[in-house]
């Protein structure tokens, strides 16, 4: 575990109040299963909606979350802060697996729809409204008004990428619009957002 | 020297909401190497992670059930599970230090060679099961053969080699994963008569790469060596 200061340390958002999530995380590496328990409790919820938000599947998403959290305890120190906050790596964890698990899905879906000889299926792009709020946390708010002030055409690309676990490739086949758009919209996206949320999260 | 950015800042944007394609995820981590140390692409690359790390808070919590923690500290603690975080037999290792020329070999390493026939030749009758799923065989300039096997989305892998040449004296052969292009150390492995079958409790799930040095029998925490084999682990 790399925690301490670095050159180029990245921004950092506004944690829970209390104790530090990296002081948590260097306990965890003692095997306190206090700060485990800590920890779990400040970021489960919100890395079983986003597992969710991509598997949409109760049973996997309850999985995914438990293989990060089960990774968090036994190999504590792959968090390097160099990289960013431990909720960022906590739910960078939780999202890659979640997309590895979309993808597998995919496949076995192309695969099977090819051995019945069928085309491709229609296949719904949910584009749920993640921006309805009403009494939200600071941050969830913050991070929603964010969103909220993409261009469409920029939004779209961190909703289907992110949100709903979809590839550059795959998003420009859907869109028809040219890779190197589809590419240049998540930069600039990404960007925007940094603006936005690097100014109101300190 | 000044180096431009522009490209890796657009593939460290994609890949941090985890939408890269396999030909872009190879072609950043050549364009990381190619820079070598570059506190400019550490910059971008906490940056991106900390805005998408963020955006999960869009979403609405969902309460998990209320004995998960129990439960993932009862399997962690379950035989065969890590005692403690920082119990000494874990198998994952340590970040190392920085790549450098390491990234380089990513994009060399490709699957073509079939050692499932190996595989099951030189499976012990009484040895552990080998996890379903995916087979993945090492590239290398060395003599001898050297696969996994693990099951996308577990923990745990089985490694295999037959025709190892003996590391030498003070010796052994390393296992490393990459994560983000980090090595983390996965195994220490001493062959005998040339031939390792070895049950690993690393999670490969979030590694890119797999790679063998020979280091000394230490087992240090990063690697000092070239790699002498090689195997990309694809998205499954």
Redesign the interface.
Known sequence: MTIGTTRGAPMRSAEPAGTRDEDLLLRVGAGDEQAFRELFGRYAAVAHALAFRLVRQAQVAEEIVQEAFLAVWRNPDRYDAARGSVRSWLMGTVHHRAVDAVRREQAQRRRAEQAAGLGPGIVEDPVDDVLAAIDLPRERRLVRTALGELPEEQREVIQRMYFDGLSQSQIAERTGLPLGTVKSRALLAMRRLRAHLGEGSR | MIRDHALI??LL??R??????EG?AEQLQRELAAHGEC??C??L?????????????????????ED??D???A??QAPG??T???APD?L?G??GARLGPWQAAFGVAAAVALVLAFVLATRPEAGPPIPGGVIVPFEGAGPGEVALAYT????GALVWATGLPDPGAGKVYELWMF??G?P?RAACLAPSGGAVAASLDA?L??AELMAVTVESSECPDAPTTDPLYTATLD??
């Open positions: 800042d657009e944007a994609i941090a909401l985890d939408g890269l394609d872009d506190d400019e550490r910059r690359e906490a940056q991106h992670a900390e805005i998408a790390g963020m955006l999960a808070l869009a979403l609405d919590p969902r309460p998990v059930r998960m923690a439960r993932i500290i399997e962690a599970g890590a403690s975080p920082a874990e994952t340590r970040r996308p989305g577990e923990p994560e983000n980090d983390i999670d799930n979030s998205a499954q």
